[in-house]
């Protein structure tokens, strides 16, 4: 069984930035590939971005490109999504989400096995 757990959402200003986190428990987290995802009201749940297990590869959705980071620290079972440069349509639930023994992460909701409860980022002046 995986459980996740995010934190750091909040209320930021346009151009600034949020720091998410996702806190991984249960079987081995460097087997793993992990994303975020978000879903803003009224939409599809929608890729962010995505790393694979080994931490090596990444992949964003075209709208966060330089913008978002997504980083992993498999010794503290943590995956984090660094967010810059944040806009009014950044704002949604951000989930975490695990892809089981996947080296190499999908970019469709449908890839992941367990999913977080989500964390709330809104941006807004």
């Known amino acids: 069984q995986v459980t996740l757990e995010e934190s750091g959402g909040g209320l930021v200003q346009p151009g600034g930035s949020l720091r998410l986190s996702c806190s991984f428990s249960?079987?081995?987290?460097?087997?793993?590939?992990m994303g975020w995802f978000r879903q803003a009201p009224g939409k599809e749940r929608e890729f962010v971005a995505a790393?694979?297990?080994?931490?090596?590869?990444?992949y964003y959705q075209d709208s966060v490109k330089g913008r978002f980071t997504i980083s992993r620290d498999n010794d503290k079972n943590t995956v984090t999504l660094q967010m810059n440069s944040l806009k009014p349509e950044d704002t949604a639930v951000y989930f975490c989400?695990?892809?089981?023994?996947?080296?190499?992460?999908?970019?469709?909701?449908?890839?992941?096995?367990?999913w977080g409860q989500g964390t709330q980022v809104t941006v807004s002046s």
């Open positions: 989400a695990c892809e089981v023994l996947s080296t190499e992460p999908g970019t469709s909701s449908w890839d992941y096995e367990y």
């Open positions: 249960g079987r081995a987290f460097g087997s793993n590939s």
């Open positions: 790393i694979s297990a080994g931490g090596g590869r990444t």
